[in-house]
């Protein structure tokens, strides 16, 4: 029986094949931000109050007005093919039946389309902008057309981080075989089977679809991936709203003075991220910059935050700082990638579970008795020192 979300993790370091764990997990450069990442949970500690009645409690949240089970969101992934065959439809429906959204990526492995057929749950997309613009506008289109609510944009990936473990496994889609692959392959062999199963190397087919019918398309779709327009500024949330009708959030924020900034061009929110630790090494953990941001933007902007979150009461620390909820990167992957559909219903089950425990001991009932009265006094000084 797995306990908790590192069981998981570590059932998926021994399924997956070296060249997967590696994406999955891997940070930029020395590992330093994802490091802090993690650690930030640690500093805030929560003050306890008793004798409350905590007989039945309300979990759930509104964001952007719509209700939510939890205050968690399935983040964006790329290339979540790597783990588990269609992958982005298990995930998809795990999160609708644990009442979440799911954020898909632009990498994608599965289509915009298809995932939709996969769930009626609310569905957000995540945006990468290539130098030609066209594609994102056919993306952004495909997903209104499919009725997806929200868009992502992404603005920490100008240029892909420093990846060393990325090099020392020649990691490329589609993947080709090296002597190292195939030793990996032989000595995985559930992992290669699940790969044969959807017909081998996952290819980026969203983005694919987006650039168009040409030959040899998805080893196309995988140079495009990496042609980032590199000029986008802040104009770019005035082309967005000409080609989205919905909520438009930036995910990628690092400063308050950029949090600022998308509340002047007319964002609905940010997200506070690293990007998993895995962009900009020495980057401050998102959970850091939280009380600043909100003390500055109060409610005119939703602000979530990501980066590191393994525990329910992990959750409860980021809505007690301010955040509207979190995003889930690599949690649900553990689970997808040690057991498939069961394992990540089982990973959101136990965050869930963690949430409501965390809840009743600190004596409350509901998830918008939430506040900076949760934590003991110094929290935000301890925070700042990680
Ligand atoms: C394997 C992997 C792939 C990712 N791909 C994307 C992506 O395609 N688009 C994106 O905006 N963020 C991407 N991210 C970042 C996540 O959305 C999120 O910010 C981060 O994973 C949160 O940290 P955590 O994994 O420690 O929870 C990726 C993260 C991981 C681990």
Not at 247 to 259: C, F
Not at 269 to 288: F, I, K, T, W, Y
Not at 304 to 320: E, H, N, T
Not at 347 to 361: A, K
């Amino acid at each position: 029986m797995l306990a908790n979300v590192a069981d998981y993790r570590e059932l998926a370091r021994r399924r997956l094949s070296r060249i997967a764990f590696d994406y999955l997990e891997g940070g930029a450069e020395d590992g330093k931000t994802l490091a802090r990442n993690l650690a930030a949970w640690d500093a805030p500690l929560f003050q306890s109050r008793v004798l409350r009645d905590v007989s039945s409690i309300d979990p759930s949240v509104r964001i952007f007005g719509q209700p939510q089970a939890l205050p968690m969101i399935v983040g964006p992934t790329g290339l979540n093919g790597l783990y588990w065959p269609k992958a982005e439809e298990v995930l998809a429906r795990a999160a609708h039946a644990a009442g979440l959204p799911f954020v898909l990526s632009t990498a994608s492995t599965s289509l915009i389309e298809d995932v939709r057929a996969a769930t009626t749950g609310d569905l957000w997309l995540q945006l990468y902008v290539q130098q030609d613009r066209r594609i994102a506008e056919t993306t952004m289109r495909r997903a209104v057309d499919a009725g997806y609510s929200t868009l992502m944009l992404t603005v920490d990936t100008t240029v892909h981080g420093v990846r060393d473990h990325d090099v020392r496994n020649s990691f490329k889609l589609p993947l080709r075989p090296t002597p190292r692959l195939a030793w990996d392959v032989l000595t995985h062999p559930r992992w290669c089977w699940r790969m044969l199963r959807q017909g081998g190397s996952p290819q980026l087919v969203n983005l694919a679809r987006s650039v168009g019918e040409r030959a040899d398309i998805k080893r196309q779709a995988a140079t495009m991936s990496r042609q980032m327009d590199m000029s986008m500024d802040w104009n770019a949330i005035g082309w967005l709203r000409q080609h989205w009708p919905g909520r438009v959030m930036v995910k990628g924020i690092l400063s308050l003075e950029d949090a600022l900034l998308a509340a002047r061009y007319g964002a609905d929110g940010v997200v506070l991220s690293n990007h998993g630790g895995r962009q900009l090494e020495d980057a401050p953990s998102p959970l850091q910059l939280l009380p600043a941001v909100k003390d500055a933007l109060g409610d005119r902007l939703t602000v979530l935050v990501d980066g590191g979150v393994r525990r329910g009461s992990d959750v409860i620390k980021a809505v007690g700082l301010g955040a509207a909820g979190v995003l889930l990167g690599r949690a649900p992957l553990y689970g997808l990638s040690a057991t498939g559909p069961q394992g990540v219903a089982e990973v959101l089950r136990i965050l869930r579970n963690e949430y409501e425990i965390t809840l009743r001991l600190l004596g409350l009932r509901d998830s918008r008795q939430l506040g900076e009265e949760i934590f003991m006094p110094g929290y935000r000084e301890r925070l700042a020192r990680v």
